[in-house]
C-alpha cells in the first residue's frame, strides 16, 4: 500500500496568518486530490493535481504538484475561521480504482 | 440534491452482535467505497465496487462485508463487530467510465456513521 505521509499533523494559527500543508510520498502519484473535512460531515473535494509542477488557485489556496508526482502542498493566505478543518491529501496511483488518503492536517484559525 | 447518505449517523452495539450500516446515493454513480477513519490513520478504505455485483477489498477489509445488489445501495454488514471496529466511517461514490476510475475524479461523501463497539 503506497503511505502518503502530511505534515503537520496539527496547526493553530491566528486569522490573517499564512500557512503551509504538505502531503509527501516515496510513491509516484498520477494525480492527487485535496479534500477538506469539517466536523461531523464527510470529506469535500477542493482540488485535483493531475500534472507534475502544476499549481491551482482557488481564492486564497494554492495547491501544488510535485514536479516527480510524489508529492504537494497546499499554501493558504491569510486564514481565517472559516479554514478551521481536517485538511486531507490522496493520491491515486493510476492502477486499480482505487485513492490513498493522507494522515490529515487539522487545522485551527483563531480571532 | 445529489447526495450520499448514511443510516445510522451514530450507534453503539456489543461485541458479536451483527449489525449493517447503509449507504445509498442518488446520483447514479457506479463507483462506491466504504473508509473507517481513525485519529492519526486519515481514512483507510475497506471495500469498494465498481458496479453492481461487482466488489474488491480495499486496504482493511477483515472483520466486514458488503454486497451491491442495487446501484444506489451498497450497505456494510458487520458480522461480529469487535471493539477494534470502534471508529468512523464514511461511504462515498464516484462516476467511472470504461470500467476504471478517471485519474481526476471526484469522490463524494456521506455524512459519516460513528460506531462504538462495547
Known amino acids: 500500500t503506497q503511505l502518503l505521509e502530511q505534515s503537520p499533523q496539527f496547526l493553530s494559527i491566528q486569522e490573517g496568518e499564512n500557512l503551509t500543508v504538505y502531503c509527501n510520498s516515496s510513491s509516484v502519484f498520477s494525480s492527487l486530490q485535496w479534500y477538506r473535512q469539517e466536523p461531523g460531515e464527510g470529506p469535500v473535494l477542493l482540488v485535483t493535481?493531475?500534472?507534475?509542477?502544476e499549481v491551482k488557485k482557488l481564492k486564497r489556496l494554492t495547491f501544488q504538484f510535485g514536479d516527480a508526482r510524489k508529492d504537494s502542498s497546499l499554501h493558504i493566505t491569510a486564514a481565517q475561521p472559516g479554514d478551521t478543518g481536517l485538511y486531507l491529501c490522496a493520491g491515486d496511483p493510476g492502477t486499480a480504482s482505487k485513492l490513498t488518503f493522507g494522515t490529515g492536517t487539522r487545522l485551527q484559525v483563531t480571532l | 440534491e445529489a447526495q450520499v447518505t448514511q443510516n445510522p449517523r451514530y450507534l453503539i452495539t456489543v461485541t458479536g452482535k451483527k449489525l449493517t450500516v447503509t449507504c445509498s446515493q442518488n446520483?447514479?454513480?457506479?463507483?462506491m467505497s466504504w473508509y473507517r477513519q481513525d485519529p492519526g490513520l486519515g481514512l483507510r478504505q475497506i471495500y469498494y465496487?465498481?458496479?453492481?455485483?461487482?466488489?474488491d477489498k480495499g486496504d482493511v477489509p477483515e472483520g466486514y462485508k458488503v454486497s451491491r445488489k442495487e446501484k444506489r445501495n451498497f450497505p456494510l454488514i458487520l458480522e461480529s463487530p469487535s471493539p477494534n471496529q470502534t471508529s468512523l466511517y464514511f461511504c462515498?461514490?464516484?462516476?467511472?467510465?470504461?470500467?476504471?476510475?478517471?485519474?481526476?475524479?471526484?469522490?463524494?461523501f456521506g455524512p459519516g456513521t460513528r460506531l462504538t463497539v462495547l
Open positions: 462515498a461514490s464516484s462516476k467511472t467510465s470504461g470500467g476504471a476510475i478517471p485519474s481526476y475524479n471526484e469522490q463524494f
Open positions: 465496487s465498481m458496479n453492481v455485483e461487482v466488489t
Open positions: 446520483m447514479n454513480h457506479e463507483y
Open positions: 493535481v493531475v500534472t507534475g509542477g
